[in-house]
């Protein structure tokens, strides 16, 4: 798959990535054994940015060293000062510039089934409205990516011409494309999941008749349209205006039922394509990071209104699972002596977590290993999406809960027992155990921590808090943040290459969203 990719992207890195002495690039850039992008049928561009997108948001850099450790699920082992919202410059473009190259992917996905030239060999590979829905849908996913991390950003959309939306067109003359505003995106993006469901033909068989490792059927990219419509709605209701009759319509099209339903990337079993953190984590080897004390404790019952979490034991191996390999093979026995499970205490300095790390536990096998699943998006979210908007329905919040556990492989006692305490649906409540389900899912745990203020458990620049290992007597340390911050970061800022190659738009969206600041608050934010 990634071998794959990399040839696709060399045909389209020119056309996403802004460049001096334009001029000289024709004769320059002529690879006379490259394939023509029409010559590739768009199930190869559709599949191949899927993984990439994930591969590329979710590493131990583009997540791991930058909202992975702000929503508190890790903690550094090594680099402690990203965990203090010093993140790298290089991993915040890459970031950036990595999700505007898969979704010109998923645009060529839709170019190739809309030419008249290309569209009717595309359909051989699947019916044509089909991989378009799926194309916008994905389009959809990845813009909302960029908007909930950084604000006004250049936007694409397939459905609408507005002059604002200049992104994906630098052979239209946008080669320095305007920053659309955060209210048009949000609003655009509803639209087109909207009529993204509308179009899906759901009586085919499948979507791609080959490479489609998302969706398989129609009738499950529908519901996953509708889903991403129901999070976007709810995150920006009260805000963006229609959203509350988005989040009706998209209910009652139909959202996911089941964990049947769940949408992620499942990587190969093996050294060739594994998961991002397997890959990182052991044959890079970048054994940087440990489950976070305050995930731990919140999952032990030390921390919030819960008891014991039997997803603790699923999610972190135990401190007798001392080395990477014994994580690696499995071959370690989950137990319920909670003493086995410790967290690397977060917010400390480099120079302590040396001190600190011995007797922490590593993530689970579950997590590291090759075949892992990275989600988009999973049933349980949409039942504690449903909850909120049910007037905090307690039905579907446990529902939620049971469909995170089980997803998890929790045994069914387990579970009985722990949904049976789950009596009072509220906010606090409802987005605190939706934190937990989204365990490894960062960036949506990030964007509804700033949107709600829960969990309320995650530590504070400026608290004190307790060591697992005395340092030189002391017991506790300040946890102090880098930047001058007193809270989690409210947004990433702009990577700074922008400033070189489109410097009058991105001084002009600063402007607009009132400041390229860590601590500027999207529209929708409330913490």
Request: charged fraction near 20%; include cysteine; proline fraction near 4%.
């Amino acid at each position: 798959m990634k071998k794959i990719f990399i040839s696709l992207l060399s045909i389209t890195a020119l056309l996403t990535t802004t460049v001096s002495c334009s001029d000289q690039l024709e004769d320059f850039n002529v690879n006379p054994n490259a394939p023509a992008v029409n010559n590739i049928p768009g199930y190869a561009f559709f599949n191949n940015a899927s993984v990439f997108l994930m591969d590329e948001s979710r590493g131990s850099f583009s997540s791991g060293r930058m909202a992975l450790p702000w929503v508190q699920y890790s903690a550094q082992r090594n680099y402690t000062e990203e965990d203090r919202f010093q993140f790298r410059e290089t991993t915040n473009q890459s970031l950036y510039q990595n999700y505007y190259l898969a979704a010109k992917d998923f645009k060529t996905v839709i170019d190739l089934n809309t030419d008249a030239s290309t569209k009717d060999v595309n359909s051989a590979y699947g019916n044509n409205k089909n991989q378009i829905a799926a194309a916008r849908v994905m389009l959809a996913y990845t813009f909302l990516q960029l908007v909930d991390a950084y604000g006004d950003v250049p936007y694409y959309s397939y459905g609408n011409d507005d002059p604002d939306f200049q992104a994906l067109k630098l052979l239209d003359g946008f080669e320095k494309p305007k920053f659309a505003s955060q209210l048009k995106i949000y609003t655009d993006l509803m639209k087109e999941l909207k009529e993204a469901s509308a179009m899906i033909v759901t009586s085919e068989s499948s979507v791609f008749t080959n490479g489609d490792q998302l969706f398989e059927t129609p009738a499950k990219l529908k519901k996953f349209a509708n889903s991403l419509r129901l999070r976007i709605a709810t995150r920006v209701k009260g805000v963006v205006p229609g959203a509350e009759t988005h989040i009706t319509e998209a209910i009652a099209s139909g959202v996911m039922t089941s964990n049947d339903d769940n949408v992620g990337v499942t990587y190969e079993a093996n050294d060739v394509n594994p998961s991002p953190f397997y890959n990182d984590f052991f044959l890079s080897n970048r054994t940087d990071f440990a489950i976070a004390n305050t995930f731990v404790d919140l999952l032990k019952g030390d921390l919030g209104t819960f008891g014991v979490d039997p997803r603790l034991q699923k999610y972190a191996a135990p401190t007798t699972a001392s080395s990477k390999t014994t994580v690696q093979n499995n071959a370690y026995t989950e137990t319920d002596d909670l003493s086995k499970y410790v967290g690397m205490p977060y917010g400390i300095t480099s120079a302590q977590a040396a001190g600190q790390r011995t007797g922490t536990s590593f993530w689970s096998y579950n997590v590291l290993r090759q075949d892992y699943t990275e989600i988009l998006m999973e049933y349980a979210e949409v039942e504690f999406l449903l909850s909120e908007n049910n007037g905090f329905n307690l039905t579907n919040y446990r529902n939620g809960v049971r469909a995170s556990m089980e997803r998890w492989g929790v045994s069914t006692a387990k579970i009985d027992a722990y949904v049976a305490t789950l009596n009072t649906a509220n906010l606090q409540n409802v987005i605190t155990q939706k934190y937990i389900a989204l365990f490894m899912q960062p960036y949506e745990a990030f964007a509804e921590y700033r949107r709600t203020g829960f969990p309320n458990t995650l530590l504070q620049p400026g608290g004190t808090y307790k060591l697992n290992n005395p340092v030189n007597g002391a017991t506790t340390y300040t946890f102090v943040a880098l930047n001058g911050l007193s809270t989690v970061p409210a947004r990433f800022t702009y990577p700074v290459n922008l400033q070189q190659i489109n410097s009058e738009n991105v001084t002009a969206a600063a402007s607009a969203i009132g400041g390229d600041e860590l601590n500027t608050k999207l529209i929708w934010a409330k913490k």
